[in-house]
């Protein structure tokens, strides 16, 4: 019995794909406190400042940035877990750059 909802259609060759879900709330504080542990395993001052280094912290903390992010924008978890392979990614290959509170919003 074939299901009409996975038939493959000339117009549209590829098989739908499932969506992804919204990011539940729970998920923010944990990747907040990752990304706060980030932080804490860099020396102030270490590091090459590029253009995504602010002047100062914002006065905002990584926590409530991120509960802005989920709110606004409707991230998944999967949207918010690749941000931290390409921070990941960027740190190996760029091994001047290190995370602060100056770069991290």
């Known amino acids: 019995m074939s299901r009409p ?3 493959i259609n000339p117009t549209h060759p590829h098989p739908p794909m499932a969506e992804a879900s919204e ?11 990752v990304l706060t542990h ?7 001052g270490r590091g090459q400042i590029t253009r995504f280094h602010a002047i100062k912290a914002p006065g905002i903390s990584i926590h409530d940035y991120l509960t ?3 709110k606004y924008f409707s991230c998944s978890n999967e949207c918010f877990v690749l941000s931290l392979v ?3 990614r ?7 750059f290190t995370i602060s509170s100056l770069n991290i919003h």
């Open 68 to 70: 802005r992010i989920h």
């Open 90 to 96: 960027i740190v190996k290959i760029h091994q001047d």
């Open 86 to 88: 390409y921070i990941d």
């Open 38 to 44: 980030l932080i804490s395993m860099n020396q102030p």
């Open 5 to 7: 909802d996975l038939e």
């Open 23 to 33: 990011t539940d709330a729970s998920f923010v504080p944990s990747l907040a406190k």
